[in-house]
């Protein structure tokens, strides 16, 4: 199987390692705008050919599939020309700018019967993962809500805000590990800079049966923090990404309700057990992602991030970006 | 000078040994409806006398001061029957349950010429004195934003939802740090009890010149978190209440802003330099508050939590509730 | 039961708050030389009767019980004319200056039938207890090591060096945990006071079956450090006392050792598994100690932390200054 | 500049990254005696030859340098054939075996006038950097002690202990920062594996002046701890190498030591004012020293960890081997 990648930036170099070191794929192209990002490519990894032009590998006949890591504005149309021309995709997250970009990728897929897949890398580490597992057992009860917070001294981007930047990765989570549908958003934040684009953001998903997920996402951040909650009826998680290992805890804590008949108030009573933190599976999840890409190709599979996912991550986002505007009125989504 | 507090629940103790060590202040009288409350004051302060009733306090004109440490909705008819009799008023936060209620007792005070002053135990932490003093000399630089959590799984209120009982301690510091006033609020958050107060909740706080506020605290959080991240043009803050020493770090961090003319965008810079963790005075804030309050008292100065400040956080409050009843939307202050 | 205490220095007040909190027990008397500190005792506690003199509380035939919270050198002279006179005894740690002084206590407790206990607070904490029980059941197989980090900017002491004033809390954990009798010691540190006395200092204690325990104690050292770790064949556990919940953490984590028999080499393969951390019992430590001092006299039965635990702890601190004195070398104990 | 790299193992691949991303640098071989390792290489590094044999490197006349990262007893006699043929070295560290070997080596690389290095990788971070500035500018005062732990449930090595294996990397730094020689070492420990070398071990260093060095390697810790504390007359400092950023923190603390000339006692006062963290140098230190190593061999420059600091290491090592096989007794170094 013969990949193209195009874009040499902030995340290819990842890419290219992980393709590179498996076996039976072959990277045959890398394409960068920039001569200095291709000499790069030529030094680390001498048999790929490198251009300056995407077009060139689009063109090539030989090429199964093409991962793309370029700007978010460049994923459509370059998705749209690889898929056009019979062509596997793996793009960066998130897939579209826009659900009707999006809309149409993963319809055009479904057309050509091609894999189209997003790289939402998060859900591929042995944390998340495991977490799916936690929770698919009905080991956290009933869930009441979700609070993740992922901030930094950040890379700012030039052509979106903090949400597109970062939450992606939390959204993506979100929709990996949860089945319900989002039903409204609810977003606040500010810009800082003058660009036009929100640097500091927070962002409330209500869902139906009171589960409710927040998102806290800023490229101002003196620490760098990556932290989710998870509360739910029975158990409680906690999945802390800065910790080197314990990335996940499961608490044994929670709360009873119980109603008095005699009186009009609820009463609550705290439950404090033990805690737990499961081993993890310490792969990088990259190199577990890109060994699934190849496989949904050769054996036709579905990914574990489809469109289908991409989209619903798309949905939220352009979702919030209304309600921003609005300075946190409640959209649907 | 002569005290009576009524109410020795979860804060009341506190409250009682922290006067009972001062020199030259009495604690005449301790008020609690409950039998084994009433005893327990008995065993560890002897000399105080103990009543089942608020009024034999409030009638005895030896009293000069009331500390007020009951339930959130007596608040306001304690505090006004005390200023009626002519004695001085520590009440517990939040001063008030309405912004009404707090105009009043505002009114009321400075019509008899008598301190009032609200318990935010927070602003009288060396940690937060050394935060004001950090923002008052202009050591961040224009300020970004402030976000909070404060997270626990918590003392449920029967009476008032998490923003009534844990936003108070954080809108009490923004209050005492930020001297622009707040223009709108907008809340979310959700009950998982069926008891109609929410459990979990956020809420950003919007100042003019795109400075922001949010706020989360949550009951149903496995894991104890109170942290407050403070972003400036020139330096960031971080207040970690949970650290043992080192609670305020002022890390040398921020952004280059610079508009490139021949090209549209912002050039965004980053600066990391070093952290810093002044010495922080290690009193208990209780006992700093209790003499302060006795200060003011004899000597007629301006509390620093004063009745306007408690009102300020009042109307926060009250704000916030509307918006979370309406899913988000954007409510004025 | 009528309580004599004397000493109301750094600890002293901790363990007349904690007396005083008794149902059913008194406190009778509490001497200091420094009349600053008996005024403290008056203002606090107004019933108990102040006296410079501790003969005046060991003269007093209505008292069945002293608790001596003095330096160190003094516990002997005191304990014994306590013991002497028929009252019961407990005493600060470490029990005595020598394994002389400590085994005549031991003998005239006995001897007259009295309870001799030394406040070994430690082992009264949820985290120890729970330590206790999970070592007896076996659950971290043979033991390998015990490694103990005790560090602060301390409080300096001016009639012993740092091993005599913090290593009898590990020391006494030790005792507790471990039933096997201690063969060796070897003990290095340095004294940079020019007092005489090292302030920072490191034991090994040599068991039988390869069973080592290590000591770090440490009187100048910027931050707080309280950690022990116990590594066993199965499983291995840290204790982490800054820690505010979650102190005993147990890792399904050991070596698994095999020799091939072909080749000379010893084989040796990891196991990482989950992490597990029980719930512990919160109640404050020396409220624990008191009840069950109380309990001992009451019932004659014999204390937790017996002389001759105390005396244990004496055995090795002896053994320990001889090695240091000597620059390391093994002493037996 | 044409490099043979001998060793592909756990450290080799790092190393061969790094001299692979070095400009004017060419790695021309790569020596492993496994099949799979050079198909690793070659697969990462097509343009690299291998060989199973170092021989056919060291014949090389083409090769200027060799890098030597294989296990230590192999050190010695390819660091010799190396220099024989008039190579430059970089080894891995500990340098040799014994000290008698290091003298040797030490000896023929001046004779020959060739480069020997030691790969001291942890002197190159930008940490280790930055405390050697703070050290060299007497920010800290007189030093009293230096404390470090290195632990973790680790890779045992089969030819040598946990002292050898663990120890070099912190006697490296103290190497480079202390330039006082030692005068003796005191070192414990235990076997529990019955291979006869030691996997927990203490090692004191006594140096004049009362400074003293204490080190903890341990390959059974189910945590993974690497921290350093020094503590000087004026400030202290703790290097905690796990921390993600701040790895070097300066603490204002100390003590004042006065003597009462009316009295026998040294009185001693504490200091506690603020804590500083500078910004450090994030480059790889691999990378760093691959560099320096390369400018070594050009410019014909001493290195930073030459031949001198890499016998000091072994010389510490030698002694606390013949102290821990007595027990603790003090060696003379």
């Known amino acids: 199987m013969k990949i193209g990648v195009i874009g040499y930036g902030y995340w290819g170099p990842n890419l290219v390692r992980n393709f590179a070191e498996l076996e039976d794929t072959e990277i045959k192209w890398c394409a960068d705008q920039?001569?200095?990002?291709?000499?790069r490519v030529k030094k680390r990894h001498p048999s790929i050919n490198v251009t300056e032009s995407a077009e060139e590998i689009l063109g090539d006949s030989e090429v199964d599939a093409v991962v793309i890591a370029t700007p978010v504005s460049t994923h459509y149309p370059l998705a749209k020309r690889a898929l056009e021309r019979g062509k596997h995709v793996l793009v960066e997250k998130p897939m579209t700018r826009t659900v009707a970009e999006g809309q149409e990728l993963l319809a055009l897929a479904q057309e050509k019967g091609l894999i189209l897949m997003v790289d939402h890398t998060f859900i591929y580490?042995?944390?998340?993962?495991?977490?799916?597992?936690?929770?698919e057992v009905g080991e956290l009860g009933e869930l009441h809500y979700l609070d993740s917070v992922r901030v930094n001294l950040g890379q700012f981007q030039h052509d979106i805000d903090v949400l597109w930047?970062?939450?992606?990765?939390?959204?993506a989570i979100l929709t990996y590990l949860i089945?319900?549908?989002?039903?409204?958003?609810?977003?606040?934040?500010?810009?800082?800079t003058g660009s036009g684009f929100a640097d500091v953001a927070y962002m409330t998903v209500y869902f139906a049966n009171n589960?409710?997920?927040?998102?806290?996402?800023?490229?101002l951040s003196p620490?760098?923090?990556?932290?989710?909650l998870i509360g739910g009826s029975r158990r409680m998680l906690v999945y802390n990404d800065m910790e080197p290992s314990e990335k996940v805890r499961v608490y044994d804590r929670g709360i009873r309700v119980t109603t008095e008949e005699?009186?009009?108030?609820?009463?609550i009573d705290y439950r404090m057990g033990d805690m737990w933190a499961p081993k993890l599976d310490n792969r990088e999840a990259l190199s577990v992602e890109c060994e699934h890409f190849v496989e949904c190709v050769r054996f036709n599979k579905i990914p574990q991030s489809n469109a289908a996912a991409g989209l619903s991550v798309v949905r939220l986002l352009e979702a919030a970006g209304k309600s921003l505007a609005a300075g946190g009125d409640r959209i649907k989504v």
Do not use: C
């Open 34 to 39: 920039r001569a200095e990002r291709r000499a």
């Open 125 to 135: 580490t042995g944390a998340v993962r495991k977490m799916k597992e936690i929770l």
């Open 165 to 171: 930047d970062l939450a992606p990765h939390d959204l």
């Open 179 to 192: 089945h319900e549908p989002p039903q409204y958003v609810s977003a606040t934040g500010a810009d800082h």
């Open 211 to 219: 589960f409710i997920a927040h998102f806290h996402v800023n490229w």
């Open 223 to 228: 620490v760098k923090i990556r932290q989710m």
């Open 262 to 267: 005699s009186i009009y108030r609820t009463l």
